[in-house]
């Protein structure tokens, strides 16, 4: 089992950052791979960037996030982060981290077992 706490949310300008974190607790956070979703109001959640379990080789985005947006891990101490830069209003959403043991790299949101809360990232024009 692992249980999850996304954080780092907020309001940011148009082009600018933030990094979100998901802490995840359990012994065993090197063995599920994870991703991150977001949900607009209004609209059905979506992929964002999913990390293979291990040392986090093998990445995939949404093509909407590709090249502005980076997926890591941090093993050790049990956190996923997503980094997002140039920033957008279409950004805008709750992002949720996800982790699953059975689906490497799953684009849709029944590959995952495991769901945090979520944190609101809010990006004004």
């Known amino acids: 089992q692992v249980q999850l706490m996304e954080s780092g949310g907020g309001l940011v300008q148009a082009g600018g950052s933030l990094r979100l974190s998901c802490a995840a607790s359990g012994r065993t956070f090197s063995s599920y791979a994870m991703g991150w979703f977001r949900q607009a109001p209004g609209k059905e959640r979506e992929f964002v960037a999913a990390?293979?379990?291990?040392?986090?080789?093998?990445?995939y985005y949404a093509v909407p996030v590709k090249g502005r947006f980076t997926i890591s891990r941090d093993n050790a101490k049990n956190t996923l982060y997503l980094q997002m830069n140039f920033l957008e209003p279409e950004d805008t959403a709750v992002y949720y981290c996800a982790a699953t043991s059975e689906y490497p790299l799953a684009t849709l949101p029944r590959g995952y077992d495991h769901w945090g809360q979520g944190t609101q990232v809010t990006v004004s024009s």
């Open positions: 990390i293979m379990w291990g040392d986090g080789d093998s990445t």
